[in-house]
């Protein structure tokens, strides 16, 4: 028999998908059957021939299913060297016959989890004959061709017909290397269900060896720069949501800037769920102008006028349906990428005459409360943290001056702070009536953020004709807190009434004094969100 020649064939899976029409296609090249439990019935329901797998063995399936193909038989016919003497004389004398390819695919664990199945489903669901002849398989694959995934079906039939009912070498190591992947991934999603679900709930967060599962969804054209080479992984967990999940209407394809900038742009959004129409714009995952108001016109228009300037080739993500009259009017400028919830007909026609726009509709917004983790590399490791989903609300806040803020005050605090939060460290935001005034971001201390973002103000007055820069009344949050009142004093100079920032500095009675000094009100929320 030529290497690769398949005349027999062992099929075991749980997603039956196009496994009728690939027995049929075998069994018409003159591929014997054979198979197990659920799988052998779908192919006899199609009228085909199969023989069980405890014809092979002269075992039943037993134990609810649990031991079936894991017999000497079975693994024997998959991992003989078929140029080895020694391995076909063992054949022989044992009645093993050989097994030319494998058709598996695993029990439907990480499916069964994220249901919420009980803990006896979920462990049922932890396959064990499948991975182990996937893996005698993949070993052998010098002989034994392997598939793992439904969407490979054609590629092997095409393949037997291109070179006389057998597969190539280089086929059957590109297949072994996707069903080790497919193993690593199954086990690495068991792993982490042990690691984060343990019934007496002692657990650790940041468990001993941390499983991470990831499949590639894309190869990118290029990195951050053209010299860099990238791709975009997927989570496999139901239910996720966020850029890589929405669905791109128009315009070329998202680098990986776009991704990263679109993921930074709907995060904010998405802190706005369910409230007043709200615009985010960003550049380069910073946040340069945001708004809520009525409409999501009027929206656009505020969080346009925070810094034109920046906005020009930046990202645009909104908490709500886009609508004609938004769509012509972020039209008018050049934009990378704009996603929505979703986007009107009227919209799409719009932005149908921009052809290199990118245009997303991402159904759900995420959840920013979402549990998780957050992994960063440096040299020589991987640094894991758990998500910044902390949160707080007006009941959470400190009044540490003399003068408590207004209403209208406490709410552009608020609204200053959760931009705040979602912008690079250190971190400066003004915020006035639902809009942001200046930002400040990524410097190497507090008080140039506040100077940085009172500049953008004022420009942004010059620009409009405005009597005077937004700052002028409004709110300032810091994400963390003022270590000296120089910060805090640039934040008065350029108008701000009210101050929101973490506090726990070991000045914070200057900082207070300061502010005190000013006529301000100020807040201590008790929480930083530094950035980096």
Known sequence: MSEGAIKRALLSVSDKSGLADLGAALAARGVELVSTGGTAK???????????VSDL?????????RVKTLHPTVHGGLLALRDNPEHVAAMEAHGIGAIDLVVVNLYPFEATVAKGASRAEIIENIDIGGPSMVRSAAKNHGFVTILTDPADYDALLAEMDANGGATTQGFRTRMAGKAYARTAAYDSAIASWFAFADPEGEHSAFPDTLPVALKRADTLRYGENPHQSAAIYLPQVAGTAGVPQATQLQGK????????????????????????????????????????????????????????????????AVNTELDAATAEAISAIFTEVVIAPSVSAEAREIFARKKNLRLLECGTLPDPRRPGLAMKTIAGGVLIQSRDNGAIAAYDLKVVTKRAPTQQELKDCLFAWTVARHVKSNAIVYAKDGATAGIGAGQMNRRDSARIAAIKAREAAETHGWAAPRTQGSAVASDAFFPFADGLISAAEAGATAVIQPGGSIRDDEVIAAADAAGLAMVFTGMRHFRH
């Open 42 to 52: 779908a192919l006899r329901d199609a009228g085909l021939s199969v023989k069980d």
């Open 57 to 65: 063995t002269g075992f039943p399936e037993m134990m609810d299913g």
């Open 253 to 316: 394809e998202l680098s990986y800037n776009n991704l990263n900038d679109a993921g930074a742009a709907l995060e904010l959004a998405a802190e706005f769920a369910g409230q007043e129409p709200a615009v985010v714009i960003v550049k380069h995952a910073n946040p340069c102008g945001v708004a809520q108001s009525g409409s999501l016109l009027s929206a656009w228009e505020a969080a346009l006028a925070c810094d034109s300037v920046s906005a020009f080739g930046g990202i645009v």
